[in-house]
């Protein structure tokens, strides 16, 4: 006899089943429990959702026991801007990694062969991106795309739009959709698959780009894209009469001056006599300011601890 759910329970239940791995339906599973209607006519329902949740942990213990994919944890610490390339096989995630990053990752028409995750740098400006060419969906490592700041999900049809966004219904990353293979694509191809971005996916953010034919103004443009997504300012330090750092501290949008310091070395906004700061947030070159102040992008600031 079906049961009155509330519109949470209802909400969780279809992005269960939309979820394409056994984690994120596991994670959904548990949002319908939370959910499910406390009243006696919601008992059926809840000792099925039991024995389901037993069921799905128990196969992702045996995947796990297995050694299958997607379960091991990334051996790598994530950076300040943290970007991965996703997407569906053959959709040219390597290729796309060569390039920003200047390294070579295996590319090849055979679907899946990165079945590892690969660690590169994207430079831009005077500030490094993390990057990294991810396996393929649905061998993508869950908890890296649900923890990363920006996804480029690389495809090569409009209708892999949708199909990509199954994996990546858990992550909080701004996405961007890097159409590849635009070299493959005639200007009226070009054209059709526009309009219908235009009128069927306003808001999803699509870049045509090609892996084997492009200018260094285009690869230039795609890396500033890719900065703009993550929210933090480059902080330049400085001591006295010094010049300026060459490479800028990441730090969050809305840091202090404080922060900076507490970055730094643990206990340093403690200890700062005085600070003076020049560029955008500054009044006036060098003016004096106290560790509250909130900086702006490329701000530089110069501390006195004794
Ligand atoms: N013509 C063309 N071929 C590409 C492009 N990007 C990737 N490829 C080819 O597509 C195949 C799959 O690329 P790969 O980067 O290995 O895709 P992955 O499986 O997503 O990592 C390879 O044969 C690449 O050479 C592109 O922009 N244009
Ligand atoms: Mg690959």
Known sequence: MPVNVSPEYAKAELQFDRAQSD??????????IKNAPAHKGGEALRANL??????FKEKIETKKKAGGSGGGKPTFRKEDMQCLIAGLP??????LFNILTGQKSLTSDIPFTTYTMNLGTTQ?????????DMPPFPNEDKSTVNTSDTILVTINSIEQINESKKFLLRTHAKIIFIFTKLDLLSDSEKRKIEATLKSKYKHDRVIFFSNTDHTQEELKNLKKEIFQTFP???????EPKKEASKTPMI????????DVAEKILKGMSSKIKRARIWGPSSK???????????????????????
């Open 23 to 32: 984690e994120d339906k596991l994670f959904f599973l548990e949002e319908m």
């Open 50 to 55: 039991r024995t389901r949740l037993k069921k």
């Open 90 to 95: 053959n959709t040219g995630k390597s290729s």
């Open 124 to 132: 831009y400006d005077d500030t490094k991106i993390q990057t990294v």
């Open 232 to 238: 933090i300012i480059r902080v330049y330090t400085k």
């Open 251 to 258: 730090m969050k949008e809305g840091s202090t001056l404080g």
């Open 284 to 306: 006036f070159s060098g003016q004096t300011i106290g560790i509250e102040r909130v900086l702006k992008d490329k701000d530089v600031v110069e501390f006195q601890t004794d």
